[in-house]
């Protein structure tokens, strides 16, 4: 890649402003680092991974409003994770996450669970506990 | 402490070189990739994220601090710690006594990471140069300038859990030796890096892996657009995305070899620099038929075309590599 072929696509760029370091090479073909403030085509695929999360996010949240899933997968979506991930975060089987997935299951969960997933989305236990009660109508 | 912050295109490379810098043994970044033969391909089918396959064009996390260290004869001291309290304080002593700290921590949890870019990868690399009111002063290699920190935050990034969790992994360099034979270095890492990339008996691993994936790409069911889409773009996530330098490692890698034919004042070392800039040029366009593809703008041409500009590309680095591992078994 040549110095002047380093993209700048800073309008669609995904590093808020921020650039990251590519290495290139000048015209007498010798190599330095130079700063890209984005590239549209690696933009384009982060916003794939993006977006098919907000998807299931979405698709989570209606599933708890219409009383048939729990908060859980839909936080879990939001906080980037899937259950593979959330599994391994949280030290459960992916067997019990699924049930935990359920909303009566998961009015049941004590609170060590739920400590669990409080420190996996980095949320104050009594948020998850206060759901729990169906005190909230916010998720 | 006086220290200077060096931007790096990788977080791993970029901690090593500045780490080995601060201690009076001037390396740059490119150089730690190269020395510590860091260049690889992977398919790992079973190994999932988000669903899809870890597709690596490096070697695994660690790999790099722990191979350089080896080569350079540098007593590298490493803690992880079960308590989350212990860790926080080894830093802070270290900190105390004037240390370049290396940490592994997450990026999910570092809050001066754009929010676009925060995925739960566990293997990130940061320096650490001191304290001021509560907050961390760090170098974060993928920035351009360095960066504060609040104690719970950082203290969540190193003890995050999950896959390659960190376990408040903290690191730094005691005795680095200044005096190196950079041509057996060189010769070293190189052949090494050709065996990883050419001699393994492995299908997924190295240019075998490459070709892998082109037969991969090739087999993709053209009525499952969704899925075909998000397959493609997490190749180019992994190729580009992930600090890299550009084409997986490519030009990092290539810059190396010019660096070292400058060094030895070996021209068929900077040949092959060129060589190498020239494949990773391709991989940037493989990324561009992968997006466009994703798209539906190549859409009637199938995937055939972008399998094989990928078989193109292994061909060109089985030859290339065949050439540096006869160099480095043949030079005196």
Redesign the interface.
């Given at each position: 890649?040549k110095l002047d072929d380093v993209p700048q696509d800073a309008e669609t760029s995904?590093?808020?402003?921020?650039?990251?370091?590519?290495?290139?090479?000048d015209q007498q073909?010798?190599?330095q680092?130079a700063?890209s403030a984005g590239?549209?085509?690696?933009n384009?695929?982060?916003q794939?991974?993006?977006a098919?999360l907000e998807l299931l996010e979405q698709e989570a949240w209606h599933g708890w409003r219409s009383g048939q899933l729990s908060p859980l997968p839909c936080l879990m979506y939001r906080?980037?994770?899937?259950e593979?991930?959330l599994a391994?975060?949280?030290?459960l089987w992916r067997w019990r996450l699924r049930r935990h997935f359920k909303p009566q299951v998961f009015a049941r969960l004590s609170r060590v669970v739920l400590a669990r997933y409080a420190?996996?989305f980095?949320l104050p236990l009594e948020q998850l506990l206060a759901h729990q009660q169906g005190t909230v109508h916010e998720l | 402490m006086s220290f200077n912050h060096q931007?790096?295109?990788h977080c791993e490379s970029g901690v090593m070189s500045s780490l080995l810098t601060h201690a009076g043994l001037p390396i740059s970044?490119?150089m730690a990739f190269g020395l510590s033969s860091a260049l690889a391909f992977a398919y790992l089918p079973l190994v999932?994220l988000?669903?899809m396959p870890l597709i690596a064009y490096r070697m695994p996390p660690k790999h790099i601090i722990k191979t350089l260290s080896k080569r350079l004869g540098v007593r590298l001291h490493t803690a992880t710690f079960s308590q989350p309290k212990k860790g926080q304080e080894a830093l802070d002593r270290a900190l105390d006594q004037g240390r370049l700290v290396g940490l592994q921590s997450s990026v999910?949890?570092l809050p001066y990471f754009?929010?676009?870019?925060?995925?739960?990868f566990n293997a990130h690399n940061l320096l650490a140069y001191g304290r001021d009111e509560g907050e961390y002063l760090l170098s974060d290699p993928?920035?351009?300038e360095p960066v504060r920190c609040s104690a719970e935050a950082l203290h969540?990034a190193r003890f995050?859990?999950?896959?390659l969790a960190a376990k408040g992994l903290l690191y730094w360099l005691d005795d680095v030796p200044l005096e190196h034979d950079w041509l057996a270095l060189i010769r070293k890492s190189i052949l090494s890096t050709a065996r990883i990339l050419d001699g393994m008996p492995l299908p997924w691993i190295g240019i075998r892996g490459i070709d892998h994936l082109a037969n991969k790409i090739n087999g993709l069911d053209l009525n499952a657009k969704k899925y075909n889409?998000?397959y493609l773009?997490?190749i180019?996530?992994m190729q580009?995305?992930i600090?890299t330098?550009?084409?997986g490692f490519r030009?990092?890698y290539?810059?190396f070899l010019?660096?070292a034919g400058v060094l030895l004042a070996d021209e068929q070392l900077q040949t092959a620099?060129?060589e190498l800039?020239q494949i990773?040029?391709q991989w940037?366009q493989f990324?561009?038929l992968?997006?466009k593809q994703?798209?539906g703008k190549d859409a009637g041409l199938g995937m055939q075309p972008i399998a094989q500009a990928l078989h193109a590309i292994a061909q060109q680095e089985r030859a290339l590599f065949k050439g540096l591992a006869l160099w480095a078994k043949q030079r005196q």
């Open positions: 890649m995904s590093y808020a402003g921020h650039s990251k370091l590519l290495y290139a090479v073909g010798r190599y680092g700063q590239w549209d085509a690696e384009y695929a982060t794939q991974a993006l098919e906080y980037r994770m899937d593979l991930a391994q975060v949280t030290g420190d996996a980095g | 931007q790096s295109a970044e490119p999932k988000s669903g999910f949890w754009p929010a676009e870019m925060r995925f739960h993928v920035f351009e969540k995050a859990k999950g896959a889409r998000l773009t997490h180019v996530r580009e995305e600090g330098g550009g084409a030009f990092m290539a810059s010019q660096e620099a060129k800039t990773g040029d940037r990324a561009l992968c997006v994703s798209r």
